[in-house]
């Protein structure tokens, strides 16, 4: 039966798929934990493939890849097989995710910054503030006699000002 398994040869009755896995011929899972196409075994019962990275079950009896509940953005799986939403960890501050059913959060670049975990962006440094370093939790504001006027983008440092000006922030 769809999303049963036989967990030896000669067993007498069809064990449920366990969470975290399905049963569905023609999957497997690569070296990173990410789902791949497989030769069918001609209708042989498969074994349990465990749900990729980036995603969980909790139900048993899973028949498809698909029984595979995809993380939120700002959230990933690192690891394949989770049985529980819990398997979904929050991104770090200073970090993101914005797709769902993700394996590993993107570092925020420097001239953004995110002070909050399991977000699924970075915010770009308003006018008169920069974040110099990849992985920032904060944007910081332009020394006195520097400014940034606008938001940073790919400029992720404040700039003197010209001769005969000045900033007192």
């Known amino acids: 039966a ?16 366990p969470a975290g896995h399905f049963c569905a011929d023609g999957w497997a899972l690569d070296g990173d934990g990410l789902l791949v196409r497989t030769q069918s075994m001609g209708g042989l019962i ?9 995603t969980y079950s909790a ?18 799986a690192p690891l394949p097989g989770g049985d529980s939403a819990d398997a979904c960890e929050p991104c770090a501050p200073g970090h993101s995710q914005p797709h769902p ?11 953004q910054a995110q002070p909050l975990a399991g977000q699924p962006h970075c915010d770009v440094c308003a006018p008169g503030k920069y974040a110099s370093a ?18 940073a983008g790919s400029d992720p440092a404040c700039k003197a000002c010209p001769a005969g000006t000045f900033s007192a922030q």
């Open 2 to 17: 769809p999303g049963t398994y036989v967990a030896r040869h000669g067993a007498a009755l069809c064990l449920p798929c």
């Open 46 to 54: 498969p074994l349990p493939t465990r749900c990729p990275a980036g």
């Open 59 to 76: 139900e048993l009896g899973n028949d498809s890849p698909e029984d595979c509940v995809a993380c939120p953005p700002g959230s990933v």
């Open 101 to 111: 059913g993700m394996p590993a959060c993107h570092i925020c670049v420097a001239s």
């Open 134 to 151: 990849a992985g920032a939790t904060e944007c910081l504001d332009c020394l006195p006699g520097s400014h940034q006027p606008r938001e």
